[in-house]
């Protein structure tokens, strides 16, 4: 056996175990539109909210997933967000069926009572987060940010990295200031020295390198996994499985074609996030490729993330993150 044919065998298999309990109500051999309409359904759309980073940008720069459910009778639409907090907003009010979002947004989702599901997540990547300083600065361990002020991105993945690494330095979440803002804004702080840190993940964190000379204080090697998580509405899972099954399964085409073509991926994030090759090149060599269903393990790992927050009164109350969960993954042994 090939290492090429062992490696779409093992994506069949691990989309299989996604969907397989859900997919025993679809109607076989009909196309979804099909079955949607048999069912008097009108809801032949898949909504999707992306960000400006990875494989769901490629998938939309590539415009194979179109192609594929085209032949289904379904359309796609994609809502780019700025952050994963907003994009789990839209997720949670209906104006998005399916996004990716890191660690922190699905806990503040949740506890906040948003009735979504986690379907994927992507390997870890603890390099895509940092918390970054600029050039001039004379902050030079996590220690001295003790007293300080930090931009994020509020109940963002960078949200725990902050946590860690504060952790990690011995230092009091309520020993620094945090200043809530949305990247750009961040960004504008960063630059008019309004902030003495920045805690941000990429392409943000590239460009901030890249073009502004932003040194890392610290990124989340050694802190957090940092996974990139697929979400969805619950309702929409439920009805959809056939949808999201063909959705992740594109989303793993891509992850293969990815990881090994890193300059034409360059070339796509570059045209579809308007940042320069350069940035996008470096944020592309820190992306983990290689999606697969979400396993007890990193379920495991999510709860810490959300015991966090609930011991800080980040979020309203605690939560019990197997509970976003669709009945056929509570089912799910760790991923070997």
Known sequence: MTHRHAQRLSRRTTLGLLFAAAAGVMVAGMPVAAQAQAKGEVQVQVRIGYQKYG????????????????????????????????????????S???GTVGEAPPIFAQAAGANLVYVGNEPASPASEAIVVPKGSSLRTLADLKG????????????????????????SYADIQPVFLPPADARAAFERGSVDAWAIWDPFLAAAEK??????????????????????????AEKNPEIL????????????????????????????????KDVVALAASRYAYGVKPVSIDVIASQQKVADAFSSLKLIPKPIVVKDALLPARQLATSAK
Request: glycine fraction near 12%; charged fraction near 25%; aromatic fraction near 8%.
């Open 96 to 98: 998005i069926d399916f």
């Open 211 to 236: 073009q502004l000379g932003a040194r890392v204080l610290a990124d989340g090697k050694g802190l957090v996994a940092n996974y990139q998580f697929y979400l969805a509405s619950r309702t929409y």
């Open 245 to 276: 099954r063909i959705v992740l399964d594109e989303v793993a085409k891509v992850d293969d074609w990815g990881r090994n073509n890193p300059e034409e991926v360059a070339t796509i994030l570059s045209a579809q996030t308007g940042l320069g």
């Open 148 to 171: 300080k002020k930090i931009a994020l991105n509020k109940g963002s993945n960078v949200h725990y990295l902050l946590l860690k690494a504060l952790e990690k330095a011995g230092i």
């Open 55 to 94: 494989t769901l940008t490629l998938l939309k720069g590539r415009g194979t997933l179109e192609k594929r459910l085209a032949e289904q009778g379904v359309g796609v639409k994609w809502t780019e967000f700025p952050a994963g907090p907003v994009l789990l907003e839209g997720l949670n009010v209906g």
